[in-house]
């Protein structure tokens, strides 16, 4: 497992080309998730996060995620993200699919309404604190109940 936190813009097309060049003769699936940065309206949006913590909850909460694959890898940027650009990219590589799905299922999940991050989008109108909606909560509350 690896989690990778940046303020530098990345590739998911390179980040995954590496990360299947670990290729495992057992695996069966990778499946993978990459968030972008929308536009229209939003001229940028503004990450902020403390180092230690938000690595350190991101990996308590995956760690028994990845217990149950052959690898896993998430990328998450943090400062300013301009519209087109990648904010996160979750890959699971795991024997059968189902559980490479659904691994990335529920780490988007956790990121979007859970993981410490506070996020800022600037419009031309100003600025706007985001926070998770209903719909995020009752997808990260559906995962909970049925992982327990």
Request: with cysteine; glycine share 6%.
């Amino acid at each position: 497992m690896r989690i990778r936190i940046t303020p530098d813009r990345f590739s998911p097309e390179q980040i995954l080309a590496e990360f299947l060049g670990a290729y495992r003769e057992e695996a069966g699936a990778c499946a993978t998730f990459t968030g972008l940065c929308r536009g229209g309206a939003v001229r940028w949006l503004e990450l902020e996060h403390y180092p230690v913590f938000t690595e350190g909850r991101i990996a308590a909460f995956a760690r028994p995620i990845a217990d149950t694959l052959l690898d896993l890898l998430i990328v998450h940027r943090v400062g300013r993200v301009a519209p087109g650009e990648a904010i996160v990219f979750v890959a699971a590589l795991a024997s059968h699919r189902a559980e490479a799905f659904a691994a990335v299922e529920t780490l988007m999940d956790y990121l979007k309404t859970d993981a410490p991050f506070w996020k800022r989008e600037m419009t031309d109108l100003g600025s706007t604190w985001i926070e998770p909606t209903a719909l995020d909560i009752e997808r990260r509350t559906r995962h909970e109940e049925t992982n327990t």
